[in-house]
């Protein structure tokens, strides 16, 4: 009887791949921060590489408050170094605030993002944030507390299967360099490479199209819980004719992007090669998204925030921003002064890697905004990333934070049919659930068509005309495609519709909401104990999530 082998050891993961396209490299000022070359100061032996917005930098607080101190101390060090410091301020949404009298409670929640540009007749390099934010560190410890880097923050679907060229981005073990990235630009190598990871769809991605054969979700109750999606947008498609909340704002304020028609990439999906007229590596993210919110709960209402172009990037500031806008809208929606309804999920299928394993308290931007979210009432859900390593993904990663009135779910994948993790999701402790994230069916948008063509088709003559799957052709208005990106919505539409069931009222104050949230979820997992991925997540927690 041969011997069985023995478990494998818990340990570090790899150091996950990130690579992105040019257009967003160009957009974004992106930067690597490559550990082997950053400058450190004392305690930062533990860096691990990112991408960052090198032209600007977070400040916790609005600027006409508690950020006032530390925009002033960056001023200082900027002009040393030959920068002007710009505050990015809307006075219309600093009046709106003031106005309603909400300064106390949104200046320990946002944020402001602080952008620095050469002076004039100085000849410098181009700003450089890590260095700015390392100086301030050295000089100014307690204002530096509040001051992070805008992290570049990339979509967790698993690249296009078309192969975008990178701009910037770094790899793992081969050196930090642009021009060698992964796949589409935003997928996410994981030291296992492309070749060994074949999909669903011919690649690693499986975005193709498919059928969908049975009778669209259909809602049973005249309202339901609203879902906030902060993504791609949403495109045309028979399931979101209604029960959707589009071009979303607060007070005359717009939240979010707004794309032309040319620029939108759940349109024609294809903005940033229309000389070839290739699909988006991230063109139909949000349709596919929402239709996976829709398929576990069609009674919600789908609020649709665009954040990314097609390219499938956005930073960190940018998020943030939109995130207060949204936690204004919440509070107004609360005190009876604003347009409704209230947010009750937020499904983020986004994320990045910080350049401080367990970061916590070097990220007072982003945890301070969804903190403040989570004290109004929403339950927050995040994709843990597709890096197939157990490094934190943020902000999946605050899943294990404090400080949250409602937990943040960390969702990876699982394969179909058993409870094994699919091998491009990342694990860890601190991932705490786990939703089928491979080869999902969903929607997308039905005017999508690449210039992409069958490998072999017939007219027809004396036989009718014949040919292989258009591989860009998503008129049917389904695809097939993989990735944590996917595994975050099906958890939060279970939200959803657990919080349904608890009969929570539209105009709950915010307490209610927590108090009816903590019922929601324990009767979702009331609902899931006996299913595989309550198993999952139960043997993970048991082996500490394989670190």
């Known amino acids: 009887m041969a011997a069985s082998a023995p478990p494998p050891q818990s340990g570090p993961g790899p150091t996950p791949s990130v690579a992105i396209p040019r257009s967003a490299a160009r957009r974004l000022d992106v930067r690597v921060l490559d550990p082997a070359k950053a400058v450190r100061l004392d305690g930062d032996d533990a860096l691990e590489p990112t991408l960052y917005a090198g032209n600007r930098l977070v400040v916790r607080g609005l600027a006409t408050r508690s950020a006032q101190g530390p925009i002033s101390a960056l ?39 602080v952008e620095f540009r050469p002076l004039p007749e100085r000849p410098v390099e181009a700003p450089d944030a890590w260095l700015i934010l390392q100086t301030l560190r050295a000089e100014d410890p307690k204002s530096a507390k509040s001051v992070s880097l805008s992290h570049i923050v990339t979509a967790t679907g698993y690249g296009s299967g078309v192969g975008y060229g990178s701009g910037v981005g770094y790899g793992s073990g081969v050196g930090y360099g642009s021009g060698v990235g992964y796949g589409s630009g935003v997928g996410y190598g994981s030291g296992v490479g492309d070749d060994d990871v074949q999909l669903p769809g011919g690649g690693p991605s499986a975005r193709c199209p498919v059928v969908w054969g049975a009778p669209a979700p259909a809602p049973t109750r005249k309202t339901g819980p609203v879902v906030a999606l902060l993504d791609t947008g949403l495109g045309q498609h028979p399931w979101f004719t209604d029960r959707v909340i589009r071009d979303v704002e607060v007070e005359g304020l717009p939240i979010g992007l707004r794309f032309t028609p040319a620029d939108d990439p759940e349109l024609t999906g294809c903005t940033l090669d229309r000389v070839n007229g290739v699909l988006d590596p991230l063109a139909g993210h949000g349709t596919f998204i929402a239709g996976i919110v829709r398929q576990h709960c069609p009674d919600a209402t789908l609020m649709i925030v665009p954040v990314m172009h097609g390219d499938g990037v956005t930073d960190e500031a940018f998020l943030v921003e939109t995130l207060g806008l949204l936690f204004v809208r919440q509070l107004l929606t609360h005190a009876k002064r604003g347009k409704g309804p209230a947010i009750d999920v937020l499904s983020l299928s986004l994320g990045y890697y910080h350049e401080t394993p367990g970061a916590f308290d ?19 859900v995040a994709a843990a990333g597709n890096g197939g390593t157990n490094q934190e993904f943020y902000p999946a990663a605050f899943a294990v934070a404090s400080g949250f009135d409602i937990g943040i779910a960390s969702v990876g994948s699982h394969n179909p049919g058993d409870d094994s993790v699919s091998v491009y999701s990342n694990t860890g402790s601190w991932v705490t659930a786990y939703r089928c994230g491979t080869a999902v069916v969903s929607t997308m948008p039905t005017t999508f068509d690449g210039s992409l063509q069958p490998v072999l088709a017939q007219r027809a003559g004396q036989d009718p005309a014949r040919a292989t799957c258009d591989p860009d052709d998503y008129s049917s208005g389904f695809g097939l495609w993989s990735g944590t990106s996917f595994a975050a919505p099906a958890y939060a539409g279970e939200v959803a519709a657990a919080l349904l069931r608890c009969e929570l009222a539209e105009d709950a104050e915010p307490k209610t909401r927590v108090e009816g949230h903590g019922r929601a979820l324990a009767d979702l997992l009331e609902r899931r104990k006996h299913a595989k991925d309550a198993r999952l997540e139960l043997r993970h927690a048991i082996e500490g999530g394989h670190r």
């Not at 990015?88 to 929640?109: C, H, I, K, S, T």
């Not at 931007?365 to 969804?370: E, H, N, Q, R, S």
């Open 75 to 113: 001023s200082a060090i900027a002009e040393r170094l030959g920068y002007s410091v710009e505050a990015r301020r809307d006075e219309r949404f600093e009046a709106l605030v003031e106005q309603n009298e909400l300064g106390d409670r949104v200046d320990p929640a946002v944020s402001t993002t």
């Open 362 to 380: 070097d990220e007072p931007a982003f945890a301070g905004i969804l903190r403040g979210l989570a004290s109004t009432g929403v339950a927050v």
